[in-house]
């Protein structure tokens, strides 16, 4: 395998994991995953960690296998599908959890329209308290609507 297709796989894996965090998001954490996912829609949660924080090791699981298998017996595509989880779980945690919630106080001066956009749609999802009813389970790709100046 060559090294294009290698790029290939682990940015077309990044990509695909919108979609999987998207239906996780909507069917899991709003479904029967709600347990762990009630106290991240609670306003003020006072605690550094959130059982909501589990879920970073719901998606790390598979990441680490499949780099394990992807070096066994020699480099392999499952490789790049684990690095392609990885770096969207990177993603995740900058916007989510740096950017939007502010959890921690690294890049809170930002004016990028990008960066708006994505923060008022997640706004928009969290003004639902309870698991029914939300709206907006993407987390890098949104409604254009929420990119709007004007609003």
């Not at 003020?44 to 924080?53: A, L, S």
């Not at 394990?68 to 017996?73: K, N």
């Not at 490789?79 to 995740?92: N, P, Q, T």
């Not at 890098?140 to 929420?146: A, E, R, S, W």
Request: aromatic share 20%; net charge positive; proline share 3%.
């Amino acid at each position: 395998m060559n090294i294009a297709i290698y790029i290939a796989v682990t940015t077309l894996t990044f990509i695909v994991m919108e979609g999987v965090t998207w239906c996780t998001h909507k069917y899991v954490m709003h479904g029967f995953g709600w347990y762990l996912h009630e106290d991240h829609h609670q306003p003020g949660y006072p605690h550094v960690f959130e059982k909501n924080d589990a879920f970073f090791v719901v998606f790390a699981i598979p990441s680490i296998s499949l780099f394990y298998f992807g070096i066994r017996p020699e480099l392999n595509f499952l490789f790049f599908i684990g690095l392609g989880i990885l770096l969207y779980g990177i993603a995740y945690f900058l916007v989510h959890d740096v950017l939007i919630h502010r959890r921690f106080k690294w890049f809170d001066k930002t004016n990028n329209q990008y960066l708006k956009g994505l923060r008022k749609a997640h706004k928009i999802h969290h003004k639902h308290m309870g698991k029914h009813d939300g709206e907006c389970f993407g987390m890098l790709f949104v409604p254009f609507k929420y990119f709007n100046k004007r609003q």
